[in-house]
């Protein structure tokens, strides 16, 4: 995530002056994002709050006779839509107000009363998928013909059934259900020790101030120029987690009890099964993405030893690994106006209707452009089917910025098509394909650049941020994944993590991918407790995923692939109608085929190249 370093005016010499950060009210409307779409003021939400109770209540009413007719079935599944649909409108309301001033008590009480109204839905609404499930999908089939509107939800149903053998009782559900928030304990409570409670230090920084350590802040100091800046800042930062090893391999240890526990339970084979079983996801997929990975070591290791020559280092230390290859480099600054007018250039290449959605973000207010006194940091797409999709963003006028306003439309435009294109039921994505449309605006973005700059170090800067792209998401991410795996297989076999265990087994996957030729110091041994993704359960993949199959569909898009653009759209609007790996096969992606992942590391391979040989003609002319 990006984190909030400060306000840049929108001005022609954005970055020559580091204003203090602005109030909300500082901010021109025209640069926040109108909430008046969903609510035209607060005594809104909280009338449709009141509504919403009530047809909670009401539903509550209705469940016991759910089977007893295809009419009471239709009955049930349109009332659940209908508060499922009021739900997500408030919720957009009440989060999007309190991420814009998270210091608001007003829209902290409102996220509060979302929260409630969300927790007693869930706990109603737990008896649905239970009661269906005592029946033989053959009665739903022939309430299909009892009641043709049935038929709309059919594979609604499908994969409900799919679930059969892995859904308990119905009071076991209701137990676990009223134990939700109790299961997730472990990662909230690391999110709360990692955000309020860990310190660790101070260092110098490049002009001999101090400057305390911090997770949000350590990018900035491990990418620092001075070399002694950077083993400072990896230093202090892994030593401070030494600290705390104990306590958090013991949240992540029982994290990791909990869902192995619960997938034992479900009677899936494994808590990976259990993870991809939602998306059809074959564990094939997982484990040809780290086998692939893992085969394919070498070019990273020529990235590294490029880096170690470059920096001109007797050997590259894992404080070294984030160094950038241009740090002579004054990067440039760009206005909003600039940034949104390389992005629209940038994907004209995906159409005119394309291009309509990106014009109405733009002009419709759907972007949030700038950071305030307590904005949320980092950058997100949100909405919900009843509303546009909105952007948050943290702007500063860095390449950086201008990238991730081209991810995150990315989001919006596949959000926007999924919803405008399905019924309710099919309107939402799966996160396997979340990072697919989002990764696609980037590496446009970048190309486009790349071929219409005149200016080889601007080149560089974007082939390097390209680099990096690949490295920190093929391998790092993968790293991540087979740690993932292997942490959980271990337990699931009855070890008990220990604090060495767990450190050794990561220390030893980073020695396994960063190769002989590279120092893997001993403190890397402890970055997996600076790591929340190890908390999301068999996450860090997709990321993997992701960039491969966007990198696959933007060559074809780039290479003119006959109907390559109009597939692309096509799966931008399926939505959730389909398993995700079906329907990256609409876009031409098989991810079966591990040369899906193959060309993401040829990709790599050709972008070092590139880099190489601009930066040698550039600096030994």
């Not at 908390?535 to 692939?561: H, P, R």
Request: hydrophobic share 35%; proline share 2%.
């Amino acid at each position: 995530m990006k984190k909030v370093l400060g306000w840049l005016g929108l001005s022609s010499k954005i970055g020559d002056n580091m204003n203090k950060i602005k109030s909300r009210s500082e901010i021109n409307n025209f640069d926040k994002w109108d909430l008046t779409t969903i609510y035209n003021n607060d005594d809104a939400f909280y009338s449709d709050c009141d509504k919403c109770i009530k047809l909670i209540d009401g539903f509550d009413k209705i469940k016991n006779d759910m089977m007893e007719s295809a009419d009471n079935l239709y009955q049930v599944i349109k009332k659940d839509e209908e508060i499922d649909i009021l739900i997500n409108h408030l919720y957009m309301y009440a989060h999007l107000n309190k991420d814009s001033e998270t210091n608001n008590p007003a829209y902290q009480k409102m996220f509060g009363k979302i929260n409630n109204i969300i927790n007693t839905y869930s706990e109603v609404s737990s008896f649905i998928i239970p009661t269906l499930l005592e029946y033989d999908y053959s009665v739903i089939e022939n309430f299909y013909l009892e009641k043709p509107e049935l038929k709309e939800y059919e594979f609604v149903f499908v994969n409900i059934f799919r679930k059969k053998i892995h859904t308990l009782t119905k009071s076991e559900e209701k137990i676990l259900s009223s134990f939700e928030q109790t299961l997730s304990f472990p990662e909230n409570i690391y999110d709360t020790f990692s955000n309020a409670d860990l310190k660790f230090g101070s260092i110098k920084d490049e002009h001999g101030d101090l400057v305390e350590i911090t997770d949000s802040n350590f990018s900035l100091y491990i990418k620092s120029k001075d070399r002694n800046v950077r083993k400072a800042a990896f230093d202090t930062l892994y030593n401070g987690y030494k600290k705390y090893e104990n306590t958090i391999s013991l949240m992540l240890s029982n994290d990791i009890k909990v869902n192995n526990t619960l997938a034992k339970l479900r009677k899936y084979n494994s808590a990976l099964e259990s993870s991809l079983f939602a998306d059809n996801v074959d564990i094939s997929i997982y484990n040809n993405l780290v086998s692939t990975v893992e085969s394919n070591l070498k070019p990273l290791h020529d990235y590294l030893e490029l880096k170690r020559e470059i920096l001109n280092l007797d050997k590259i230390h894992m404080y070294d690994v984030y160094a950038s290859l241009l740090d002579d480099y004054d990067s440039k600054k760009y206005t909003f106006d600039e940034a949104e007018k390389l992005v629209v250039s940038s994907l004209k290449v995906l159409g005119d209707d394309y291009l309509s959605i990106i014009n109405e973000a733009f002009s419709k207010r759907w972007i949030d452009k700038y950071p305030n006194i307590a904005k949320a940091s980092g950058a997100y797409s949100s909405g919900s089917y009843t509303t546009n999709p909105f952007i948050l963003l943290n702007f500063q006028g860095e390449l950086n910025d201008v990238s991730t306003l081209a991810h995150e439309l990315g989001h919006s435009v596949h959000s926007y098509y999924s919803r405008h294109n399905n019924p309710y039921q099919y309107s939402q994505y799966k996160i396997f394909v979340a990072e697919v449309a989002s990764t696609v605006n980037e590496l446009l973005l970048s190309k486009y650049l790349l071929n219409n700059s005149n200016d080889n170090f601007e080149k560089l800067n974007i082939l390097n941020r390209l680099i990096e792209l690949y490295r920190t998401t093929i391998y790092r991410q993968t790293m991540f994944a087979s740690f993932e795996k292997k942490i959980y297989d271990l337990e699931a076999n009855g070890e008990i993590l220990t604090p060495d265990i767990i450190n050794n087994e990561y220390y030893k996957l980073n020695q396994k991918y960063f190769g002989n030729d590279a120092v893997v110091d001993e403190l890397i041994k402890y970055e997996w407790e600076k790591v929340p993704h190890f908390y999301y359960n068999f996450y860090v993949y997709k990321y993997a995923t992701g960039l491969s199959a966007a990198t696959a569909i933007v060559n074809k898009i780039l290479n003119s692939e006959k109907d390559a653009v109009k597939d692309y759209i096509e799966f931008l609007k399926t939505g959730g109608r389909d398993y995700p790996v079906n329907e990256l096969k609409i876009a031409g992606v098989d991810m079966n085929d591990k040369k899906v992942i193959e060309n993401s590391i040829e990709t790599f391979k050709d972008l070092l190249l590139q880099f190489k040989e601009l930066y040698y003609l550039t600096y030994k002319k």
